[in-house]
């Protein structure tokens, strides 16, 4: 069973940076993505950005050019760098991990980023 534990967020003002990390208990055989998501009061969980364990990345729109998602070299923590923040990033951001050749979802417990005007 895949635990994922997280780090980071916090209360930040617009325009600064915050990190955060997110380190697995054990990581599957096989190709898998790891990296955050994000959900705002009564909407559904979005993707932010993720890497795979073949270090590709994907970023949402939204966040692209001011984020950067990595991980280590074990491949067992994924870190996103925010930069430029806006209130509008504002929610609770998810850790993920996916094993790419199956449909499940490990997540971990949610932190809070709060982005004051």
């Known amino acids: 069973q895949v635990q994922l534990v997280e780090s980071g967020g916090g209360l930040v003002q617009a325009g600064g940076s915050l990190t955060l990390s997110c380190t697995a208990s054990t990581v599957p055989n096989g190709v898998y993505a790891m990296g955050w998501y994000r959900q705002f009061p009564e909407k559904q969980r979005e993707l932010v950005a993720t890497?795979?364990?073949?270090?590709?990345?994907n970023y949402a729109d939204s966040v692209s050019g001011r984020f950067t998602v990595s991980t280590d070299a074990a491949k067992r923590t994924v870190t996103l760098q925010m930069n430029s923040l806006k209130p509008e990033d504002t929610a609770v951001y998810f850790c993920n991990l996916r094993p790419l050749s199956s449909n499940t979802n490990y997540w971990g417990q949610g932190t809070q980023v709060t982005v004051s005007s």
């Open positions: 890497i795979t364990s073949v270090y590709e990345t």
